[in-house]
Nanobody, 128 residues
Framework: QVQLVESGGGLVQTGGSLRLSCIVS????????IGWFRQDPGKKREAVSC?????????YTESVKGRFAISRDKAKKTTAYLQMNELKPEDTATYHC????????????????????WGQGSQVTVST
């Protein structure tokens, strides 16, 4: 059974930084994309960033480009990170990681058939 566990969320002031981690266990496929998605209550889940496993190709949603950086543990490939800098109040959400059986360019939560497992989420709150 594939499990994902996120950590690293918290409360930070505008302009601050946080680093999220996602640990994947139980995955039997050698190659899969890991993505970060966020959702606020009453809003649709949106893609934040995704990263391939074989060539580290990445995808970022426009609103986080230049501020967020996704990476993946080079040795094990089972851990992904999301470094979030210059945080804004509009970044406040619950951040979930997920495995995706497709390229990072498929980083879209509506591609439901392409997703494997999801983590429970980590809350990020950015205060003004």
């Amino acid at each position: 059974q594939v499990q994902l566990v996120e950590s690293g969320g918290g409360l930070v002031q505008t302009g601050g930084s946080l680093r999220l981690s996602c640990i994947v266990s139980g995955e039997t496929l050698p190659y899969y994309t890991i993505g970060w998605f966020r959702q606020d209550p009453g809003k649709k889940r949106e893609a934040v960033s995704c990263i391939n496993s074989d060539d580290d190709t990445t995808y970022y949603t426009e609103s986080v480009k230049g501020r967020f950086a996704i990476s993946r543990d080079k040795a094990k490939k089972t851990t992904a990170y999301l470094q979030m800098n210059e945080l804004k109040p509009e970044d406040t959400a619950t951040y979930h990681c997920a495995t995706l059986y497709g390229p990072a360019t498929w980083c879209d939560p509506t591609y439901t058939a392409s997703f494997g497992a999801w983590g429970q989420g980590s809350q990020v709150t950015v205060s003004t």
